[in-house]
């Protein structure tokens, strides 16, 4: 149990360190092998020097499973529980707010796959309008406007005005696709940009 409390601390501290989140934003869970249990992020604790310690363990309702803690779950702690009951083929999930991800948030869609490496491993991502959309896997949202009705198989959720949601098969791997993600939108700018700059209106202008 410790050595999962530390891991969770550990990733925590990465997704701050590599600017996939600010400190005191963000929230990272992981499923507990052959349990009923879960780990999570506490609220109000920065990620740049988490420790193992300010990690909650919680059950499948959502409660504190200790009594004595003085610990707080984030008020995203619903969904997560909701997420790994509809996907119980992943082990971990996270919300990250990174830079280019929180921009692409604010478009009306979402950034695309540019290379081959994130079309091979990401190989979709979704917008969707509240986390209420992200736990309802296999149903509608009322505030959804497209007519999906499942999200299986689905990774990478770019939270409307928010940030990014990754389900991995590990901690590690949500990072994975979190930094992946992140990566191709800035990409996906650039390349925007590129085209832009290369469009015949535009290079006629100049004549």
């Not at 994130?118 to 406007?145: P, Y």
Request: charged residues 25%; contains cysteine; neutral net charge.
């Amino acid at each position: 149990m410790q050595q999962s409390r530390e891991l969770l601390a550990k990733i925590a501290r990465k997704a701050y360190r590599r600017d996939l989140t600010p400190a005191t934003l963000g929230v990272i869970s992981m499923r507990l092998p052959e349990t009923d249990l879960y780990l999570i992020t506490s609220s109000e604790i920065s990620f740049d020097d988490i420790k193992g310690e300010d990690i909650c363990l919680i059950d499948a309702t959502g409660t504190l499973v200790d009594k004595n803690t003085s610990l707080n779950l984030p008020a995203e702690t619903k969904y997560h529980l909701k997420s790994y009951q509809v996907r119980p083929d992943r082990q971990a999930i996270a919300h990250l707010y990174s830079p280019y991800i929180s921009a692409y948030a604010l478009q009306e869609k979402p950034f695309s796959l540019v290379t081959d490496t994130a079309r091979n491993t990401i190989k979709e991502v979704l917008k969707v309008q509240c986390t209420e959309c992200i736990s309802r896997f296999c149903g509608l949202c009322a505030c959804r406007t497209d007519i999906r009705t499942s999200y299986a198989g689905v990774d990478v959720l770019l939270l409307k005005e928010d940030g990014i949601v990754t389900l991995g098969s590990s901690l590690e791997n949500a990072l994975e696709l979190a930094e992946l993600a992140e990566k191709t939108s800035q990409e996906t700018l650039v390349n925007g940009s590129w085209k832009r700059i290369n469009h015949p209106i535009y290079n006629n202008s100049k004549q």
